[in-house]
């Protein structure tokens, strides 16, 4: 096999872009095949990526690498540490309450509906909305079940605990420090495609970087908004809702779909169909709105240069191909391949 893979590299080492993509093809067989062993690893290289730019900052100071690697990660350490004393026991007891709550408000809805099709005849048959409502209610509580009761017990479950409290934040720390060293290494294991890797990235990180710089602060604007929004009502699980507004600005077009769900269901469960649910609603809408057609332009006007067709055709794409984090990664593996296509397109020129 070792042999196979020599003769092949050998052979197309005069043409960096089909080298590229080979190891490209190499890599993705790789992760796909590995993908649940290999998820603190990803976790850890997702996050070195994000924090070796503060990691630079610091040197600037000047602070030894080291030395600013390890005030990174403390930093980083008593953030998260902050956050699971204080908001992650609030949203773990709204959601469980949710969930409690979901047949009750599932079949305040129900009657709602009922309501609709009655003044509507013909506009939804009753056998239609059963089942729709079955499948969104079962669907509902299967997902909200995995997600609460889902426990680490055994031998794999502290296994896994220990990777994820331990060894991530060990890979992250010497990812950090020693980031010259391993890339280094990986560009004499590739040197055929060094060569055109080198401008493909410097492409790629503007864009990854200011895709998630800005993804990250359209998640903090949306959340704080729609909480204000929901505590001003007095809306039930107003802080879990809010961050669930705010993560699904990371699924492009299907997330705000399936987060406004909930949001109208606890709505109409607490005040009907009243003024002040239209209002709540309505307010709602129009934090969405502005989201969509003010602030997203204004971040990414200028980083994610991809048509709106094309992310939704690489939302189906890669969402059939790798599932929900396919749906989640869609716009930066779309933004890959853009980039991908230019360079063989300006090689081939």
């Given at each position: 096999?070792?042999?196979?893979?020599?003769?092949?590299?050998?052979?197309?080492?005069?043409?960096?872009?089909?080298?590229?993509?080979?190891?490209?093809?190499?890599?993705?067989?790789?992760?796909?095949?590995?993908?649940?062993?290999?998820?603190?690893?990803?976790?850890?290289?997702?996050?070195?990526?994000?924090?070796?730019?503060?990691?630079?900052?610091?040197?600037?100071?000047?602070?030894?690498?080291?030395?600013?690697?390890?005030?990174?990660?403390?930093?980083?350490?008593?953030?998260?540490?902050?956050?699971?004393?204080?908001?992650?026991?609030?949203?773990?007891?709204?959601?469980?309450?949710?969930?409690?709550?979901?047949?009750?408000?599932?079949?305040?809805?129900?009657?709602?509906?009922?309501?609709?099709?009655?003044?509507?005849?013909?506009?939804?048959?009753?056998?239609?909305?059963?089942?729709?409502?079955?499948?969104?209610?079962?669907?509902?509580l299967n997902f909200l079940n995995t997600l609460l009761t889902s426990s680490l017990t055994g031998v794999a479950g502290v296994f896994y605990l220990l990777v994820y409290l331990v060894l991530l934040p060990m890979m992250m720390f010497f990812l950090l420090k020693d980031k010259t060293a391993l890339l280094t290494g990986l560009q004499r294991q590739f040197p055929a495609s060094s060569a055109i890797l080198t401008p493909v990235w410097r492409q790629l990180d503007h864009q990854l970087l200011g895709y998630i710089q800005g993804k990250l602060l359209e998640l903090v604007l949306l959340a704080c908004c729609c909480y204000l929004l929901f505590s001003l009502?007095?809306?039930?699980?107003?802080?879990?809702?809010?961050?669930?507004?705010?993560?699904?600005?990371?699924?492009?077009?299907?997330?705000?779909?399936?987060?406004?769900?909930?949001?109208?269901?606890?709505?109409?469960?607490?005040?009907?169909?009243?003024?002040?649910?239209?209002?709540?609603?309505?307010?709602?809408?129009?934090?969405?709105?502005?989201?969509?057609?003010?602030?997203?332009?204004?971040?990414?006007?200028?980083?994610?240069?991809?048509?709106?067709?094309?992310?939704?055709?690489?939302?189906?794409?890669?969402?059939?191909?790798?599932?929900?984090?396919?749906?989640?990664?869609?716009?930066?593996?779309?933004?890959?391949?853009?980039?991908?296509?230019?360079?063989?397109?300006?090689?081939?020129?």
């Amino acid at each position: 096999m070792r042999n196979i893979w020599s003769s092949l590299r050998h052979s197309l080492d005069g043409s960096p872009p089909f080298m590229l993509l080979l190891n490209l093809s190499v890599l993705l067989g790789i992760t796909l095949y590995f993908a649940d062993v290999l998820m603190p690893v990803f976790l850890a290289l997702g996050a070195a990526y994000l924090l070796d730019r503060p990691v630079s900052w610091l040197q600037r100071l000047p602070m030894r690498r080291v030395d600013a690697v390890a005030l990174t990660m403390l930093a980083l350490i008593a953030l998260m540490w902050w956050l699971i004393a204080t908001l992650f026991p609030l949203v773990w007891q709204q959601a469980q309450a949710f969930w409690q709550a979901l047949p009750e408000l599932t079949a305040i809805g129900q009657q709602y509906l009922d309501q609709l099709g009655s003044a509507q005849p013909g506009w939804l048959s009753e056998r239609q909305l059963a089942l729709l409502l079955q499948r969104l209610e079962g669907q509902s509580l299967n997902f909200l079940n995995t997600l609460l009761t889902s426990s680490l017990t055994g031998v794999a479950g502290v296994f896994y605990l220990l990777v994820y409290l331990v060894l991530l934040p060990m890979m992250m720390f010497f990812l950090l420090k020693d980031k010259t060293a391993l890339l280094t290494g990986l560009q004499r294991q590739f040197p055929a495609s060094s060569a055109i890797l080198t401008p493909v990235w410097r492409q790629l990180d503007h864009q990854l970087l200011g895709y998630i710089q800005g993804k990250l602060l359209e998640l903090v604007l949306l959340a704080c908004c729609c909480y204000l929004l929901f505590s001003l009502f007095a809306l039930p699980y107003a802080l879990l809702l809010a961050l669930l507004v705010g993560l699904s600005v990371f699924i492009p077009y299907l997330g705000i779909a399936v987060v406004t769900v909930p949001v109208v269901l606890v709505t109409i469960g607490q005040w009907g169909l009243s003024s002040t649910s239209s209002w709540i609603l309505f307010c709602y809408l129009l934090l969405q709105v502005l989201d969509a057609y003010l602030l997203v332009p204004w971040l990414f006007g200028r980083v994610v240069d991809i048509n709106p067709f094309y992310i939704m055709l690489a939302v189906l794409v890669f969402g059939g191909l790798f599932g929900f984090w396919g749906v989640v990664l869609a716009i930066p593996l779309a933004s890959l391949l853009k980039v991908l296509l230019q360079t063989f397109a300006s090689e081939s020129g």
